[in-house]
């Protein structure tokens, strides 16, 4: 059979709009103008001279979604005096953005403005979250953390702010009434030992100059450790 040509036509709402003819050497064609992330329908049919024939069967096609930066990802965090373990989850890909590749911790004060160099992280085939230890912590007691993630489209949305103290614990003093405490007050580290005691009634406790106990009860002692102890009813 000798034709012309062909004839595309766009289906719109039951509808049929020729778009175009072409010279039957022309096997395919391309249409502009279209939206991102929208289905179109085509038919398509040969023509000659005389006449045209039979439509081809409804071709549905959608364009892509338009791809964008990526969204917040998740963090967590957990710290200690001296470090902090970021976890960096990606962001969700529902939205139709691509993955990300990289994404940079942010180490921040409470007001959100960035007190350190920022730390990269690679999350090429990572599916789940990714830990990465920050031990270059600023002088501050409370350090914040938050992270933004990137793909080809560009740096997205930063996660929410992750706040860590972390200020050393302060030392307790030794008691004067605390007989555990007296009795370790030489440098001696502290013996792992319990006490049980019966009705008890303290009447003085001075270890570090005479390493006598007066007291009235009943005591036993459990421990690993030995030391002297003098007990006077």
Known sequence: MWISGYE?????????????????????????GLNNGEEYSFQVRAY?????????????????????????PGIDTDCTPDSCSVG??????????????TCFIITEDLDGNEIADRVEVSLEDAEETVSQLINDLPDTDIVCFSIRCQNSQGIGQPSSQSCENISPEEEEECDPDDAVCLLCSEGDEEPDFDFMFEQTTFQRIDPISEPTVEVQFEI????????PIDTRA
Request: net charge negative; glycine share 6%; proline share 8%.
């Open 220 to 227: 036993v002692i459990q421990s690993d450790a030995s030391f």
């Open 8 to 32: 595309l036509q766009r289906v719109q709402n039951g509808n049929n709009e020729v778009i175009d003819r072409v010279d039957a050497s022309q096997t395919s064609y391309s249409l502009t």
């Open 88 to 101: 960096v989850s990606p962001p969700s890909t529902d939205d139709g953005s691509e993955p990300a590749d």
């Open 48 to 72: 000659d001279d005389g006449r045209a024939y039979t439509l081809s069967d409804i071709d549905d096609m959608s364009t892509d979604k338009p791809s964008s930066a990526p969204g917040p």
